[in-house]
């Protein structure tokens, strides 16, 4: 699938992506980056305000389990299998970005590292995962 159809593909292709309003930053064979735009639902504290953990952690299995996808062919399907996260520091209220790559990729199984930044600080990770993935091929 080229890499503009994939894009479309996880910006519209699922009702929760799209009730998230992730988009796509960019995308290159083992490499993706998406953010989810603030929105005062999303917010997990109220004071000071915080980013929902949850919404942390949903970035982080999208953008890990895509960046192994670029890899796959498109009729493959992906289920996760572990996703660890580890939370850094506490994410502003701010839109929240991810960039995932490709640690291992096997014939069944797909790893990535993310890591996770507010837009209010770029250089500071609010938090790192790690998703394994099942790669059910269908070629």
């Not at 988009?23 to 997990?44: A, M, Q, T, W, Y």
Request: net charge neutral.
């Amino acid at each position: 699938m080229p890499f503009s159809q994939l894009q479309q593909f996880i910006e519209n292709g699922f009702p929760f992506h799209e009730f998230l309003g992730i988009k796509v930053d960019f995308i290159e064979e083992g490499r993706v980056r998406l953010h989810v735009p603030f929105r005062p639902e999303l917010v997990g504290h109220t004071t000071p305000p915080m980013m929902h953990g949850g919404v942390m952690s949903t970035i982080v299995d999208i953008c890990g389990g895509f960046a192994v996808w670029t890899r796959c062919n498109p009729k493959d399907n992906l289920v996760t299998i572990t996703l660890s996260i580890d939370y850094l520091r506490p994410a502003p209220a701010a839109d929240l970005y991810a960039e995932a790559t490709i640690r291992l990729l096997g014939n069944r199984v797909g790893n990535s590292h993310v890591v996770v930044w507010s837009a209010n600080a770029p250089d500071l990770h609010v938090a790192e995962g790690r998703g394994v993935y099942n790669i059910k091929r269908n070629s």
